[in-house]
């Protein structure tokens, strides 16, 4: 076999996998399937004498995580001898194969009796797959079915689904046995059911009654149970609830009691894949036992079933998570050459894993974690020795290995979290080179100190002062890097980015590894349009001309982000989405905020807040002040104090002045009580005036609110007016008549309410407004350059208005 065949067979495999849904629905996977491995033959028929490669067990494929397993990566060698039509032929089968594959996947689950049965009232046995975790309405788990029972029938299967309830979270935990009564489901909503699909999933069982009929029936399984469990107390006993739920993320994959500050800070500083179990920690782990039996002169066969043994017991351990299961195959089958005496090179390693990987489990392929593992290890693989080579030269060998190493993976995954996420912050390079001495100490003697714990606890709060120092330092590194003012690297997302985020990746690699030169006339046309870019780029940034207001398209929610040719920028609202907000100023160069308005607490208007506070410096919060229960207002105050923002609880008559803006409260007077809504009438509405123009953000008064607002004889005229509660049906005529705008957006997404309701629109018109509406134009901006407001949307020609 030669040196090219495998990772490239297992990139065209994975190709076709994910080329499948694009086929059209007559054609039948098996003839697809066929017609690959018909194909792969004629390629085993044209392919000349392979060439072999050696490189040792060293970093096992695993993620780098010690200046020795970078530096023994091998360069990926590939073989001149091999005819091109055989490579050619070699990735048509493969790319086929994968179609095929999908495909007969795919109609499985079209054919699943899960599905076939809805809505059926039926009857399950079946072991957890995952811990019970909240979700939205209460908590969600995926279970592998044995046997499903219904008033018709009983049959044995092995299947997947997704159970859901309401009410607290059930005492249960991966691996038990469950006995679960409920409606089965097939999604109406389209993404959720793709989602699902992703997952192998072809139903939802909406859950009525659960029972926990024990432990596993695997004593293997039960083994890892156990441990999970005492290490589990072991860790809330011998550190602090941070700190142990960072740890519990590490050690066993479990992240039900991380901190959302914690993980808010490492997402901003492009630290988040240190909060999760990875592939890195398998190495941590396998490294200290693979060195103790060789300290222990144990022959090849014992050593081999001490580090298999140890990886398959950290990968049940931890779930099986994606980027675990692709380091431990990869572990297994270094450990495998090496004891038949064939260690191969770790590019083949990672294209064999793969390969077996999604062979056994296609929908892998949709996993993000297992896309960014695969991609990370292929990057270092590639170009980690190089780039640490070219770092060699201005810093000390363990500085350049971890740089090499870290630029190699963040070159694998930046079109991956383009696609998916639509940013890379640019701080992510330095922000893990910082942490990457911190990393191992944190976790060995972590998982050390709650061993310990297990024998005696004085020990192991002992040496778990000592792990709380590098989990300190990585903290600290994650919160002040996450507000650092850098840059983000921005895209719209979707296949369009990943094919040429991928392309040039490729380009980069093969540069990096041949140092090929492009021609002089390439060079000097890429030097003569460098300042023209660099022109073009500066053109979108900086302060505005005149007074600017971006009502982001958010859905069904509100955000706005005003700011003014002095620089004052203020953020109102922050939208239903966690992370939106935040990448929309992000992509527009904000880097910092001299007020974010919280209107009131509901999901559409805050929950994206806590994601700016951490990732922008925030000079001020206003928020109502008013009494509420809710648990997203709880997760706000905490992230205010977390970040240590200023905060105050304005009411009608307050003013505050930024350079030339003034901004105005008109609402409220009160915390008002005994309304259909006290949270909607609490909500905070703002005049913002800016050289004679002005913009009314009126967030989501209602009826006495706006009553309150007319009657008091508060000036309410504006230029510009954010239409109240997405245009429901809670406003009054008169309020439109007194701002009389020119401009009104409707904030509104796709919702079950009927925002917005005709008769707010026709209101809106007969008070001698223009309607804009971000469900059909996307974000809108509003330009004060002139006399008149000018106004852009991010899809144009708009939808009928309104």
């Not at 060293?58 to 091109?84: E, H, K, W």
């Not at 999604?187 to 859950?207: C, E, S, Y």
């Not at 000036?715 to 020119?742: C, M, Q, Y």
Request: charge should be negative; aromatic fraction near 6%; charged fraction near 15%.
């Amino acid at each position: 076999m030669d040196a090219w065949t495998l990772p490239v067979a297992a990139a065209a495999f994975a190709g076709g996998l994910v080329a499948w849904p694009a086929v059209p629905g007559w054609v039948e996977p098996w003839i697809v399937l066929v017609f690959g491995g018909a194909v792969l033959i004629l390629a085993w028929v044209l392919a000349g004498r392979p060439s072999r490669g050696a490189d040792g067990l060293v970093g096992a494929g695993l993620l780098p995580a010690d200046p020795a397993a970078v530096s023994a990566i091998a360069p990926f060698r590939t073989s001149a001898r091999a005819p091109r039509g055989a490579a050619v032929f070699t990735i048509a089968g493969m790319i086929a194969l994968g179609m095929g594959w999908a495909g007969i996947h795919d109609r499985g689950l079209d054919t699943a009796l899960l599905a076939r049965l809805a809505p059926e009232r039926v009857s399950i046995e079946g072991t957890l797959k995952t811990d019970p975790g909240a979700s939205a309405f209460g908590w969600s788990a995926e279970v592998y079915v044995r046997t499903v029972e219904w008033r018709d029938g009983a049959v044995t299967l092995r299947s997947a689904i997704w159970a859901s309830g309401d009410g607290p979270i059930p005492h249960a935990r991966r691996g038990d046995r469950v006995q679960l009564e409920g409606v089965v489901r097939v999604p109406d909503d389209a993404d959720f059911a793709q989602a699902l699909r992703h997952k192998g999933i072809p139903a939802q069982l909406q859950v009525g009654g659960f029972v926990r009929s024990g432990r596993s029936a695997n004593l293997f399984v039960r083994a890892t149970q156990a441990t999970r469990h005492a290490v589990g107390r072991s860790i809330e006993r011998v550190f602090p609830s941070r700190e142990a739920g960072v740890l519990l993320g590490l050690v066993l994959g479990d992240d039900s009691e991380l901190d959302p500050g914690v993980e808010r800070d490492f997402r901003a500083a492009g630290l988040s894949h240190l909060l999760v179990v990875s592939g890195e920690n398998v190495a941590m782990i396998l490294a200290p036992v693979l060195a103790a039996v060789a300290m222990l002169g144990l022959s090849r066969w014992p050593r081999f079933v001490a580090g298999f043994g140890t990886v398959a017991f950290f990968t049940v351990l931890t779930g099986a998570e994606p980027s675990v299961l692709r380091a431990g195959v990869m572990a297994g089958l270094a450990l495998i050459g090496v004891l038949m005496g064939r260690p191969r090179e770790m590019a083949s390693i990672l294209a064999a894993a793969v390969l077996a990987l999604l062979v056994l489990d296609p929908w892998l392929i949709w996993s993000v974690g297992f896309q960014l593992s695969v991609a990370a290890t292929a990057g270092m693989v590639s170009v980690a020795s190089p780039l640490a080579a070219w770092c060699g030269r201005v810093a000390p060998k363990p500085l350049a290995i971890a740089a090499g190493a870290t630029m190699a993976a963040q070159l694998g995954v930046t079109p991956i979290l383009l696609t998916h996420f639509g940013e890379v912050p640019l701080v992510t390079l330095p922000a893990n080179l910082l942490a990457f001495p911190l990393v191992a100490p944190a976790l060995l003697l972590g998982v050390l100190a709650s061993a310990l714990g297990l024998v005696w606890l004085p020990l192991g709060l002992a040496i778990g002062a000592l792990a709380r120092l590098p989990m300190r330092g990585l903290e600290l590194i994650a919160d002040r890097l996450g507000k650092a003012p850098v840059g983000y690297l921005t895209a719209d997302g979707g296949p369009v980015v990943l094919i040429v985020g991928t392309i040039v990746v490729i380009g980069l690699i093969v540069w990096i590894r041949t140092r090929w030169r492009p021609p002089r006339a390439a060079t000097v046309v890429a030097v003569a349009a460098l300042p023209l870019l660099v022109w073009a780029s500066a053109l979108g940034s900086g302060p505005p001309l005149g007074l600017t207001v971006r009502f982001f398209d958010v859905g069904q929610g509100d955000a706005a982000l005003l700011t003014t040719p002095e620089g004052a920028s203020v953020l109102f609202d922050g939208g239903p989405d966690e992370e939106q907000v935040a990448r929309e100023l992000a992509s527009v160069g904000l880097k910092r905020l001299d007020v974010v308005v919280a209107s009131h607490p509901h999901a559409d208007h805050i929950v994206g807040v806590p994601a700016v506070l951490t990732r922008i410096p925030v000079g001020l919060i206003l928020e109502p002040g008013c009494a509420d229960a809710s648990p997203l207002l709880a997760d706000l105050d905490r992230a205010i104090a977390d970040e240590h923002v200023a905060v105050r609880n304005p009411r009608a008559g307050d003013t505050f002045w930024l350079g030339r803006l003034r901004l105005d409260i008109l609402s409220p007077d009160r915390c008002w009580v005994g309304t259909e809504s006290d949270t909607n009438n609490d909500a905070i509405v703002t005049r913002a005036t800016y050289d004679g123009h002005v913009v009314l953000i009126a967030s989501e008064p209602e009826e006495p609110a706006q009553e309150v607002l007319v009657e008091s004889g508060v000036d309410l005229h504006a230029d510009v007016l954010k239409v109240p509660h997405h245009g429901a049906a809670t406003s009054i005529d008169e309020f439109f008549d007194a701002v009389s705008a020119r401009v009104a957006v409707v904030s509104v997404g796709e919702n079950d309410y009927g925002h917005p309701v005709p008769a707010t629109l026709d209101a809106l018109v007969s008070s001698g407004a223009e309607v804009w509406r971000t469900d059909r134009v996307g974000t809108i901006t509003v330009t004060f350059a002139g006399p008149t407001p000018t106004i852009e949307s991010e899809r144009w020609p708009p939808a009928a208005l309104p």
